[in-house]
């Protein structure tokens, strides 16, 4: 069988080089990490009309190493181990220098294609004394495709003239690329520069490379900029400088994380103060040098990073990520989610961090390129692989860490949901707090005065210190002390004095422990002081009862006695009460309305039935309470204080109620009944709120319970009152489907954050039981009433949807 072989089209040039990095910026990016990876300690971008020269002083190239690596096409020594084989034999230079290849896929010469027609290519090592020159015509590549790559010549001479002399180097290499493909203005070499300086690790401590941007052309109007005070990222000639090195010592929050091969050390810095520090077991075997700094930029952080470095952050960019010190693309650039943290912030306003609050750097340090390869592109990110994947695990889990601190800790979102407190208007005070403190540049609030704060840090240091795998190698005694203030831990449930207890334990801390046992005994003493006064309290309670019972009795006996005298009279003018009565039934009388003996005694049969049923209730919360069923109890304690509130509103409008206050329903009109008993019976009984009943034509007649309605709208005038509201509204609308009651009033109103919660059980923002609301949401949810709530008006405003019949 006779054996063929490939051939290679000139038309490959354009694969690899033009088609391949589509950059210009790019393309000069892949030139300095050549240089890098000669090890030179500097490169110089010089800018003339049509003429971009690139030099650097590193090792140089012979003429065998042209012939055999560099006009190689494909084929790296850096990637084989034979690109410093002289050098290693004078004991690991490169460590010595502190240096791994930025590059190895053979291709990166190329992006001199990319920026111009042509090459002169000049270069010379220290065993030398001539200079080795290529002049490559990159147009003859594109004559013809159908020539084949390898027959088209390079031309090389050695030059005598030694061109680095002046320069006073030794060795080093020169390209000098003409027939620019783009024009070079002032505005794409700053463009350049912004993006060199993110090209070699910003955040890098030492810094062994420097790269300078040469432009005769731009001097002039680079004095004019320093006249007039311009950052140096609006100055084109110079050095560029490691700026963003002056913004990484931003007073705001940040994890610092190293992994070796053995161990990944963590800590938390909250505006210069350490709040944790722990050590755990490195389970990534693929990962054996990554360290990792993000910085949750707070509004003083952006604030300050803007007058800094002349950018907003979110134009700067976010997180990026280094390979051997030099920037891997797209990660960190404006709008990009290679990290995936907006894709997740997305799902949670508030409760995730994203690109616009983070910015910091991911650097893995390697010798083993294939492992983080980057796509050919050159801005595509990362090859997948096993490698990568763990790379992207591990980046999860300290940005979950920073990011569980800075939720939690300083925004306080868990503390609703993990029921820190004893009283809930407490979360809100410390949340509002910390809404401001946040944006501060000291900590001090945190750690020395915010409840919340100290307790969610003990919930967090007990994670930790629960964890087997981590070592907690120091935690703010500070932020976990509770105690510091007497006034806060009396404020917080019992739990967190156990939690504080098994930390102590588990860290050996005597100190923490002493505390906790004094603690415990102030809080022992003053819930020995809360019984007594709950005691002394309940007795003049039933003091007080008993003499109220005692004059509602004597009231009662003395109102019978009038009844009984005034119902003769009331017979005789029966006659005379037609011209009395309107079109319509009044519900409820505008003077009070005096009752029969049968009446009385159906009210008062009502009240001694309910008392029973209350009593029963009590005893089976007893019941629940001495087995342990906390939700059973709390169910009948529920239903005796909604029981309790139906007697006590019976007793308000009783005198005044024109229907049998013992029926359980009645079909009346809605609408009549409402307005009738917030104009006849409430407005003139309470006179410390106006309430203005709009007149309407609207009217719906329905079956339901008058003590039901009369309830709900109790509870929304007494919280009205303890919004301290001073006008009321009561309007009705209607459209094809509902009846719709609009109960508005001017007070404080009702707050985003509180919203959510206003019908939930025990839920309170004014220290009451919390009921008032949940009973309204109870009675409307049973009469198939549905409640909207609109907070964006000034006071609070209730809407009522009423079904019309049959629809």
């Not at 089209?9 to 000669?38: C, H, M, P, T, W």
């Not at 111009?116 to 010379?124: H, I, N, S, V």
């Not at 739990?495 to 588990?506: K, N, T, W, Y």
């Not at 006695?561 to 409820?588: C, I, M, P, T, W």
Request: glycine fraction near 4%.
């Amino acid at each position: 069988m006779d054996k063929v072989q490939f051939k290679v089209s000139s038309a490959l040039k354009n694969l690899v080089g033009q088609d391949l990095i589509r950059n210009n910026n790019i393309a000069i990016f892949e030139l300095v990490k050549n240089s890098y990876d000669a090890f030179a300690s500097k490169v110089v971008i010089d800018f003339e009309p049509d003429k971009i020269t690139i030099s650097d002083d590193g090792k140089g190239m012979s003429i065998d190493d042209l012939k055999n690596k560099w006009l190689f096409l494909a084929y790296s020594a850096k990637k084989d181990g034979t690109e410093d084989i002289e050098e290693e034999k004078k004991k690991s230079y490169r460590d010595r220098i502190n240096r791994h290849y930025a590059g190895a896929k053979g291709v990166g010469r190329f992006s001199c294609d990319r920026l111009g027609a042509k090459l002169d290519l000049f270069t010379k090592t220290k065993a030398q004394n001539s200079v080795e020159h290529l002049a490559v015509n990159w147009s003859d590549f594109e004559e013809d495709q159908k020539k084949e790559f390898i027959s088209i010549n390079v031309n090389h001479e050695v030059l005598n003239k030694d061109l680095f002399s002046s320069k006073k180097q030794k060795s080093g290499t020169i390209l000098e690329i003409t027939n620019l493909r783009d024009t070079w203005n002032r505005e794409t070499i700053l463009e350049l520069k912004r993006s060199l300086e993110k090209l070699i690790n910003p955040f890098s401590e030492k810094i062994s490379f420097n790269i300078e941007i040469k432009c005769e052309s731009e001097k002039k109007r680079d004095l004019d900029e320093q006249r007039n005070g311009a950052l140096d990222s609006k100055i084109v000639n110079g050095v560029i400088k490691n700026s963003i090195a002056q913004v990484i010592n931003l007073k705001t929050t940040r994890i610092d994380v190293a992994l070796n091969k053995d161990f990944v050390e963590t800590s938390i810095v909250d505006r210069g103060t350490e709040i944790y520090r722990i050590r755990e077991k490195n389970n990534f075997k693929k990962l054996e040098n990554v360290k990792i700094n993000l910085y949750f930029l707070n509004k003083a952080a952006k604030q300050a990073f803007s007058t800094q470095m002349g950018v907003q952050p979110v134009n700067y960019g976010s997180v990026f990520l280094f390979r051997n010190g030099f920037r891997i693309l797209p990660f960190g650039n404006p709008g990009d989610d290679s990290w995936k943290l907006d894709y997740r912030a997305q799902q949670g306003y508030n409760r995730f961090l994203g690109t616009r609050d983070l910015f910091g750097r991911v650097d893995v340090v390697t010798d083993l390129i294939d492992e983080f390869k980057e796509v050919s592109s050159r801005d595509g990110g990362l090859i997948q692989s096993e490698t990568t994947l763990q790379l992207y695990r591990f980046f999860e889990i300290v940005h979950h860490r920073l990011e569980r601190y800075v939720v939690g800790v300083l925004w306080g979102e868990g503390f609703l949901k993990r029921q820190y407190f004893k009283n809930v208007l407490e979360v809100q005070k410390n949340r509002e707090v910390l809404g401001k403190d946040k944006d501060q540049d000291s900590a001090d609030y945190v750690i020395n005065s915010s409840l919340g704060s100290k307790i969610d840090f003990v919930q967090l240091v007990k994670t930790l210190i629960s964890d087997k795998n981590i070592q907690v190698l120091y935690y703010n005694r500070d932020l976990a002390n509770i105690f510091s203030q007497p006034t806060l831990f009396d404020n917080a449930n019992p739990q967190v004095i156990s939690d504080l207890e098994r930390i102590a334990e588990q860290t050996n801390d005597s100190s923490l422990m002493a505390s906790v046992e004094d603690a415990k005994r102030q809080l022992a003493e003053m819930q020995k002081e809360k019984d007594a006064a709950v005691r002394r309290a309940e007795e003049a309670e039933i003091r007080a009862q008993k003499a109220s019972s005692e004059r509602d009795e004597a009231k009662y006996e003395a109102n019978v006695a009038k009844s009984l005298q005034k119902k003769a009279e009331s017979e005789k003018q029966e006659l005379q009460g037609h011209y009395d009565r309107v079109a319509s039934e009044n519900l409820f009388l505008s003077s009070d309305v005096n009752k029969d003996v049968k009446q009385l005694s159906a009210l008062q049969h009502h009240i001694t039935h309910t008392s029973s049923f209350i009593h029963e209730l009590a005893m089976k919360a007893l019941d629940a309470v001495s087995i342990g069923d906390k939700d059973k109890a709390s169910s009948f304690i529920q239903r005796i204080l909604f029981e309790n509130t139906k007697i006590a509103t019976l007793s308000n409008f009783v005198s005044k109620a024109n229907f049998d206050l013992m029926s359980k329903r009645i079909t009346k009109d809605i609408v009549s009944f409402i307005n009738e008993y917030m104009e006849n019976v409430y407005s003139l009984a309470n006179n410390d709120m106006n309430i203005q009943v709009e007149k309407t034509d609207v009217s719906l007649s329905m079956l339901f319970a008058p003590i039901d309605i009369i309830v709900v709208l109790d509870c929304l005038l007494d919280n009205s009152r303890k919004a301290e509201a001073k006008n009321i509204i009561v309007r009705w609308i209607e459209d094809s489907e509902n009846v719709k009651l609009i109960f508005a009033d001017d007070g404080k109103g009702i707050s985003d954050a509180v919203k959510p919660y206003i019908f939930d059980y025990r839920y309170s923002t004014t220290g009451g039981g919390g009921l008032g609301l949940f009973h309204v949401h109870q009675i409307s949810e049973k009469m198939g009433i549905n409640i909207k709530v609109d907070n964006r008006v000034s006071g609070a405003k209730f809407i009522f949807e009423f079904k019309k019949e049959g629809e």
